[in-house]
C-alpha cells in the first residue's frame, strides 16, 4: 500500500501538494472505522515562523477542515478530534482566550458546510465548564446536527480521560444507589454506555501529530485497542497527503486483539 502511494505520488507529481490527488476509498486496503487525532504542534509550527501562538492555532483550524472534508469524502464512519483538554486551562489567559475564539470562528465559518455533508456533530467533554457563548454555539451545532447520518464528528472540548472515567463512575454509582442497578450487573458495555462516546465504536487508529507519543488523557477507554501513530509532521502542516500516508500505514498494521493469528 505504501508502495502504491508512493508510485501514484509519481504520477500525480511528484509529491508536490498542490498536486496532490487525494486517496479514493477504492484504493485502501483497509480504513479505520473510527479515527481520533491529537492535533499537536501548533505552538511549535508559529515559533517556527516567528508567529504568535495564536496564529498557530488559526493555521491548525485549517488544517482541520481539510482533514475533515477527506474523513467524510472516505466514508469513515468516526473522527474524534482533541481541540482542547482539561490540562489546557493551565495556559496563558491569552492563549485559552484565542483558543475559545477560534472555537466561535469554527463553527461561525463551518457550520454550513458540515450540514450539507450531513455530518453529526458531538462534543465530547464538559461544556458546562466553557464560557457561555461557546457553550450556546456547541449546544446549537449539536442540535442542528443530530438528525445527520453522515461523518460522526466528535469534538473533544474542556474534555479529560480520567474527567470523563470519573463522571461515568459517578452516573453508575447514582443508579446503583438509587437501587436501579445492581453492582453485579455492571459490565464493561455499562461503562461504556456512561462516556461521552457512548453507542460509538472503540477508536481504531489515533494519530498524534508533532513527534509527541503520548495521549495525554485523550479517550483512554476508548483506545484500548487502537493502533497508534505518531508523524513528526506538525499540526498546521498536516495535509490529506500525510493523513493518506496515515490511513494506508493503518492498513497494514496487523491488528490482533490478544489473540494469535495464522
Ligand atoms: C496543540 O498545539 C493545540 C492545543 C493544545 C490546543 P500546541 O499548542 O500544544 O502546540 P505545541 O505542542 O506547543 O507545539
Ligand atoms: C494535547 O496536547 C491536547 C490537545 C491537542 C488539545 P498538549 O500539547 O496539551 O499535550 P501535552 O501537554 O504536550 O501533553
Ligand atoms: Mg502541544
Given at each position: 500500500?505504501?508502495?502504491?502511494?508512493?508510485?501514484?505520488?509519481?504520477?500525480?507529481?511528484?509529491?508536490?501538494?498542490?498536486?496532490?490527488?487525494?486517496?479514493?476509498?477504492?484504493?485502501?486496503?483497509?480504513?479505520?472505522?473510527?479515527?481520533?487525532?491529537?492535533?499537536?504542534?501548533n505552538g511549535r509550527w508559529a515559533k517556527k515562523k516567528g508567529l504568535g501562538?495564536?496564529?498557530?492555532?488559526?493555521?491548525?483550524?485549517?488544517?482541520?477542515?481539510?482533514?475533515?472534508?477527506?474523513?467524510?469524502?472516505?466514508?469513515?464512519?468516526?473522527?474524534?478530534?482533541?481541540?482542547?483538554?482539561?490540562?489546557?486551562?493551565?495556559?496563558?489567559?491569552?492563549?485559552?482566550?484565542?483558543?475559545?475564539?477560534?472555537?466561535?470562528?469554527?463553527?461561525?465559518?463551518?457550520?454550513?458546510?458540515?450540514?450539507?455533508?450531513?455530518?453529526?456533530?458531538?462534543?465530547?467533554?464538559?461544556?458546562?465548564?466553557?464560557?457561555?457563548?461557546?457553550?450556546?454555539?456547541?449546544?446549537?451545532?449539536?442540535?442542528?446536527?443530530?438528525?445527520?447520518?453522515?461523518?460522526?464528528?466528535?469534538?473533544?472540548?474542556?474534555?479529560?480521560?480520567?474527567?470523563?472515567?470519573?463522571?461515568?463512575?459517578?452516573?453508575?454509582?447514582?443508579?446503583?444507589?438509587?437501587?436501579?442497578?445492581?453492582?453485579?450487573?455492571?459490565?464493561?458495555?455499562?461503562?461504556?454506555?456512561?462516556?461521552?462516546?457512548?453507542?460509538q465504536p472503540d477508536v481504531d487508529l489515533l494519530i498524534r501529530t508533532s513527534?509527541?507519543?503520548?495521549?495525554?488523557?485523550?479517550?483512554?477507554?476508548?483506545?484500548?485497542?487502537?493502533?497508534?501513530?505518531?508523524?513528526?509532521?506538525?499540526?498546521?502542516?498536516?495535509?490529506?497527503?500525510?493523513?493518506d500516508e496515515a490511513l494506508s500505514a493503518y492498513g497494514s498494521r496487523e491488528?490482533?486483539?490478544?489473540?494469535?493469528?495464522?
Amino acid at each position: 500500500m505504501l508502495k502504491r502511494l508512493f508510485d501514484r505520488n509519481l504520477r500525480t507529481g511528484g509529491g508536490r501538494r498542490k498536486g496532490y490527488e487525494p486517496m479514493a476509498r477504492a484504493e485502501f486496503e483497509r480504513l479505520p472505522g473510527h479515527v481520533a487525532i491529537i492535533m499537536d504542534g501548533n505552538g511549535r509550527w508559529a515559533k517556527k515562523k516567528g508567529l504568535g501562538v495564536a496564529q498557530g492555532h488559526r493555521r491548525g483550524t485549517e488544517a482541520l477542515r481539510e482533514i475533515i472534508r477527506h474523513t467524510s469524502d472516505l466514508g469513515i464512519g468516526v473522527l474524534s478530534i482533541y481541540a482542547f483538554s482539561t490540562e489546557n486551562w493551565s495556559r496563558s489567559p491569552e492563549e485559552v482566550a484565542a483558543l475559545m475564539q477560534l472555537v466561535l470562528d469554527f463553527f461561525a465559518s463551518e457550520i454550513d458546510e458540515l450540514e450539507a455533508r450531513n455530518v453529526r456533530i458531538r462534543i465530547l467533554g464538559d461544556k458546562g465548564g466553557l464560557p457561555a457563548a461557546q457553550r450556546e454555539v456547541l449546544l446549537q451545532a449539536e442540535a442542528r446536527t443530530e438528525g445527520n447520518t453522515g461523518l460522526q464528528l466528535n469534538i473533544a472540548l474542556n474534555y479529560g480521560g480520567r474527567n470523563e472515567l470519573t463522571r461515568a463512575a459517578r452516573e453508575i454509582a447514582r443508579d446503583v444507589a438509587a437501587g436501579e442497578l445492581s453492582p453485579e450487573a455492571i459490565t464493561e458495555q455499562t461503562v461504556a454506555a456512561h462516556l461521552y462516546t457512548r453507542g460509538q465504536p472503540d477508536v481504531d487508529l489515533l494519530i498524534r501529530t508533532s513527534g509527541e507519543m503520548r495521549l495525554s488523557n485523550f479517550l483512554l477507554w476508548q483506545c484500548a485497542y487502537a493502533e497508534f501513530l505518531f508523524p513528526r509532521t506538525l499540526w498546521p502542516d498536516f495535509d490529506v497527503r500525510c493523513y493518506d500516508e496515515a490511513l494506508s500505514a493503518y492498513g497494514s498494521r496487523e491488528r490482533r486483539f490478544g489473540g494469535r493469528l495464522g
